[in-house]
């Protein structure tokens, strides 16, 4: 009986590496107990909000008896969230926006489809490049986009500009790049991003319409070292911006993002209009409530970042000192070292018998390489150190 479609089924079938882990994760714990597994394989930040969050829900908790307090809302979010919003992202990407500029989502994940949903033709293409954020493919595939993917430098990750640029055809109408990258934890510099943006500028003229460039940032406040993480709405008219609270205020549960359009752009009222309907037509409706009232409480407040560098060179240390070769993430919270023996699977598996949980390269199309996140405590990081050692041996 075809009880699910044959796509969905076959979804199913090759489901996301992410996922298995996760369950073998349960099992292994509920056999050994939690204190036994080492858990890398999520992205799921463990740091509690910052204190504005609590103290924005008790506020908001205060008028929750008030007529409509959790009712419906224009589809783009309530007037005064977006314009905070736009105040602030204003002064995050150094352009000036408008309340109309901005929208509210359902995640970063929510924007991304909404931004599909508006722009793509069926059959138009997106390119991505890998590895990549494993939910990309789908999110084309569900506007009837068409996902391609176009490798970038060996061992640094960074852009191969003259790769992209082949790749480039009439049907490119979007780039999505995501910046502190997962999973590898590359930040991509200006002088890439510039060249990037004159490939595409040059494309959109060809074709006669916007080769929208999709910068995904949920990472953007998790940089290291201080490095420079580029805004890409002041280099480019057809840039938008998608971002969300899921990691910058641990909230990723609640489902709170956005969506942002570059002023230079002249006709980005329109993109805006077809924004605000999609967020409509795909079911959202509109953005979580309670998710505007946590913002705009916490606006420039987030987790502290100084407990995930320290975390991010504990787990360099740990894994240099086992010989595994990797390149240090500038940005976000992965490691993405490269599987001993080049069979990432095989690897993954053999890390799963020292009840260490990663997710082979694979999975984002990054074969030869895992994945570890390391938004876990310091004292699971350190507590793998034997176990990376012993796979290796
Ligand atoms: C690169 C990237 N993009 C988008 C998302 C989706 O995030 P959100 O929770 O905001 O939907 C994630 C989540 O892990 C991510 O890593």
Redesign the pocket.
């Known amino acids: 009986m075809n009880v699910i479609s044959t796509q969905m089924s076959s979804s199913i079938e090759n489901g996301s590496w992410i996922r298995r882990m996760f369950e073998a994760g349960i099992q292994l714990k509920q056999q050994y107990g939690d204190d036994a597994v080492c858990d890398f394989s999520l992205?799921n930040p463990d740091m509690a909000p910052p204190p504005a969050v609590g103290k924005a829900l008790r506020a908001f908790a205060e008028h929750v008896d008030e007529p409509f307090s959790l009712g419906y809302m224009p589809n783009a979010g309530f007037g005064w969230a977006r314009e905070k919003l736009a105040a602030h992202v204003s002064k995050e990407q150094g352009v000036e926006l408008a309340a109309n500029d901005v929208i509210l989502t359902?995640?970063?994940?929510?924007?991304?489809n909404v931004i599909f949903k508006a722009v793509l033709e069926p059959g138009d293409e997106v390119l991505s490049v890998t590895p990549y954020?494993v939910?990309y493919g789908s999110y084309v595939d569900n506007h009837r986009g068409v996902f391609k993917k176009v490798p970038t430098l060996p061992d640094t990750f960074g852009l191969d500009l003259a790769a992209i640029e082949a790749a480039l055809t009439p049907k490119t109408r979007a780039m999505i790049i995501?910046s502190p990258?997962?999973p590898t934890g590359t930040v991509y510099t200006r002088e890439e991003l510039e060249g990037l943006v004159s490939l595409l500028a040059k494309a959109s003229e060809r074709n006669g319409r916007p080769l929208y460039l999709i910068a995904?940032e949920?990472?953007r406040f998790l940089a290291f070292d201080g490095v420079d993480v580029p805004s890409l709405l002041p280099m480019y008219p057809y840039a938008i911006l998608?971002?969300?609270?899921?990691?910058n205020l641990s909230l990723?549960g609640e489902?709170l993002?956005y969506i942002a359009l570059s002023p230079l752009f002249a006709e980005r009222g329109q993109l805006m209009a077809g924004l605000t309907l999609a967020n409509r037509i795909l079911g959202f409706v509109n953005p979580p409530v309670v998710g505007q009232h946590l913002m705009a409480g916490a606006l420039g407040s987030q987790v502290d970042v100084g407990v995930y560098a320290r975390r991010r060179d504990l787990m360099a240390g740990i894994l240099a000192d086992a010989g595994y070769d990797f390149q240090l993430p500038k940005g976000?919270f992965y490691f993405f070292p490269k599987a001993p023996g080049g069979d990432d699977v095989a690897f993954v598996n053999k890390l799963l018998e020292q009840r260490i949980l990663a997710v082979p390269g694979s999975g984002f199309g990054g074969p030869g390489h895992f994945r570890l996140a390391f938004c876990v405590e310091d004292e699971v990081i350190a507590r793998s150190a034997e176990g990376f050692k012993r796979a290796l041996a």
């Open positions: 992205g359902c995640g970063a994940a929510g924007a991304l954020f939910e995501n990258h997962n995904d949920p990472y998608a971002s969300s609270f899921s990691k990723a489902r993002g976000a």
